[in-house]
Structure formats: C-alpha cells, structure tokens
C-alpha cells in the first residue's frame, strides 16, 4: 500500500464532529515571496499587505495540529517555498507525522543539494511549473529568465528519483503550443501533466482580457491532448481542465467550502480556499491564536458557506445544489459582488450573461495579438502596492523597463511565439 493510501485510509478513521468531517488536505503557504512574477499568480493581488511570516516553531505547530485532526496530505506552497531555508526542517518534521508530502514550486533554487537532504527528509512528490515550451514565452509571462534553468531542475528531480508533476497554466497565449507542451513533459520524463487552463482569480483576474482564450482554441487544445492520450497510453498521465467561463453549471469548488482544504497563509491566517482572502465581511482566524480544531469546526470564517442555509435563490431550490453546493464563493463575490450569489458560471444564475459577455469579448478578440493589446500586469511589490492602496486601476497605467528580468511592471506579450 502506498504513503499515499495509507494517509488516507488514517484520515477515513478520524472522528467527525456533526456533519463536519476532518480536514484531508493541508496547504502550508509558507511564503509570498516570490522570485518570479507570474501574470496569472494565485497569491492575493494586495499580498504586500501581508508579510509577516509564521516561525519554523510556528509551523511545525500546525504541522502536528493538522495531523492530529486527520489531515493526510500536505503541499507546500508559496510563493517559492525555497525562499524558506527551514523547508528541510519541516519536510522532515511532515514525514515524521506521517504525511504524503509534495513541494509545489517553480524551481528556482532548487539545487542538488537541496534536493539530497529533501529526499533524505523524505519529501515523496515534487510539482515543477513551467510557463510554456518555448523560452521567450516562459521568461515573459514570469518577467524572469528561468527556462533553462526549470529545465535543468526537471533533469535533477527525475535524477534524484522523485516522481514529478509538471503544471503548466492554460491561457490565450500558450494554448497553441499544447502539443510543444507535452513533448517536453514527455522528454523530461514526469509521470503527470497538469495542464490547468486559467481561472481567473488574483492577478489572473487582473489580466483576464489579456489571458481568456478563445472557445476554438479550447476546442483545438483538448483535441491535441486526446490524441496524445491514446499514443501515449500511461506514460504520462495528461491532466485538462477546462475553465469555468466555458461551463454552463459551476465547479463544486474545493470540493465544498470548510470540506476537506485547509489552507494556511504565510502570516498564519487560515483558510477554506486560496482566494478567500479576496472576501469582504469575513475574518480569518490566525493558527497563533487559535487551536486548529477550533478554527476548522467552529469558526465563523470555516462554517459561513459549509451545508445549504446561507443559500440564496436559484441555489436554495436547485435540484442540483447537493452536486455543485453553488460552485465558487470567491467567484461569485469576484463577478457579483456577493458571495452568497450563485456562481455566475450556472446558467440559472441572473448573472450568467457577466460570464457570456467575458466569452465573446474573448471570441471578437481573437487569439492573435492585436496592435494595440493591452499590457500584462505582472505580479510584483509595486504592482501589489498599487491594489493594497485601492487604485489597482492605476496598475495598468504604463510600461516601465521592459527587461523581462522581474523589474517590469507590464508589458505585452512576444509576437512570433504567440502565433507559432
Ligand atoms: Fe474560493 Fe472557489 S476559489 S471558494
């Protein structure tokens, strides 16, 4: 049986309290800093309003805490987790409590030495981004120069036995290269290849009319990764999912709200989801002030959207609420400002149309660069600043040094790469 299954048949024999059951997956954001700058970056857009950082001792608390409640799998996340230079500590710790554990990271810094002690301290998974198969594009939409060197990271992990994840985001701009995409995941090896299309959450959101691709290159996509999954069997296993604006019933997001993810932020703020931050009107208790259990059965931050009483109409008479329990809370505040709202992604929702609209303004767009496209707002300090001060707006107010090097602010995208 592997670590994995007997994590999980553990978190099957934890108590539950009511109708809540225990936590299955732990994400420790130990970081937002970031050595890259990604445009589509799940981290909150205002993430400088956030720098304080739990202590080893800290996490190590809510390692053992999150155990005890049943929690079996643990990613850890940023930002770049390697900007922590206790990382090794709490693998090993991770691996001591008995959990499946995956580094989820861009690479950067990740040194064969780092990776001996993490394998030693018992690290089982690594989950390596790219950008896109193509250096130009990759080192774009990172505001970095970092494709060699993913590369050479990719040949290290599989070197030191790991099995590998290698996550690309979907979006306008690489889904034309999706079969380039998984030559190179194929070449380098990895047993899985998430090929996340966008949800337009944080910074993604702040760039979705640069980022939303058009119906028919979906459609072109999904048909080159069918292809590839009767050639290549189980060689590799190709994740696609598409993105919401393109369904016409929303995502049972997180698998239910307060359901199985606990997410905990650099600063200790706990939460039921990546984006939560984002929702006005809630308070999110910190793991230094409050026991873990406390936080995840009784919080009013964990219960607000558990079951079907916050429920408006249509969700609160929906036949199908026990399948979907009204989609995405972050995206309904996010296009209604209400997150009680349906998710705007169901077609029974009064504000399925915002959703629509944002689809065929992609389609009149067109995939192809345009003249006079808009700039990508890449994710760093003085763009962030900009939203913790609330004129986010302002944020796509110029290009400054297009390097490509992390000092740009916005930019457009390499023509010819786009294209190909
Ligand atoms: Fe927050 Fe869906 S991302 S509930």
């Not at 997956?25 to 890259?36: F, I, M, S, V």
């Not at 979907?170 to 380098?188: C, E, Q, S």
Request: proline share 5%.
């Amino acid at each position: 049986m592997s670590d994995l299954a007997i994590a999980e048949r553990e978190h099957a024999q934890q108590p539950e309290r009511g109708d809540v059951g225990p936590p299955l997956w732990l994400l420790a954001e130990l970081t937002y800093r970031c050595p890259l700058h990604c445009a589509f970056c799940y981290n909150p857009v205002d993430y400088t309003h956030h720098r304080d950082e739990l202590s080893t001792a800290q996490w190590i608390g809510v390692l053992r805490e999150a155990r005890k409640l049943g929690a079996a799998q643990l990613g850890f996340s940023g930002g770049e987790p390697l900007m922590r230079d206790d990382l090794e500590e709490l693998v090993a710790e991770a691996h001591k409590l008995g959990f499946y554990t995956n580094l989820i990271t861009s690479g950067v810094g990740l040194t064969d030495a780092r990776l001996d002690v993490l394998k030693a301290n018992g690290l089982d998974h690594i989950q390596l981004s790219f950008q896109d198969s193509t250096q130009e594009l990759n080192d774009f939409l990172s505001s970095t120069r970092t494709f060699d060197l993913k590369n050479r990271v990719a040949r290290s992990i599989k070197a030191h036995g790991f099995p590998m994840v290698l996550n690309c985001v979907l979006h306008r701009y690489n889904l034309p290269h999706v079969d380039k995409i998984i030559d190179m995941a194929l070449a380098m090896g990895a047993e899985y290849l998430e090929l996340a299309n966008t949800q337009y959450y944080g910074w993604a959101h702040a760039n979705r009319a640069q980022l939303m691709p058009t119906a028919e290159q979906l459609r072109e996509a999904e048909a080159v990764v069918e292809r590839y999954r009767k050639e290549i069997g189980n060689r590799c296993k190709i994740f696609f999912v598409v993105p919401d604006y393109f369904e016409t019933r929303p995502k049972r997001c997180m698998n239910g709200w307060g359901s199985v993810f606990l997410g905990v932020a650099p600063d200790g703020a706990a939460l039921p989801c990546h984006s939560a931050r984002s929702l006005p009107g809630l308070t999110f208790p910190n793991v230094k002030e409050m026991p873990l259990a406390d936080i995840w059965y009784a919080s009013d931050a964990f219960n607000r959207f558990r079951g079907f009483e916050w429920m408006k109409e249509p969700c609160r008479s929906c036949d199908e609420k026990e399948k979907d329990l009204g989609g995405c809370r972050c995206q309904a505040y996010l296009l209604t400002h209400d997150a009680a709202n349906a998710d705007p992604v169901c077609d029974k929702s009064e504000h399925h149309e915002h959703v629509v609209n944002v689809v065929r303004d992609a389609a009149r767009r067109g995939a192809a660069l345009a003249p006079d496209e808009q700039p990508v707002m890449f994710r760093n300090d003085a763009n962030s600043r900009r939203f913790a001060g609330g004129s986010e707006s302002g944020a796509h107010g110029g290009t400054r040094a297009a390097t490509g090097t992390g000092t740009t602010t916005t930019a457009t995208p390499p023509k010819e790469k786009t294209r190909s």
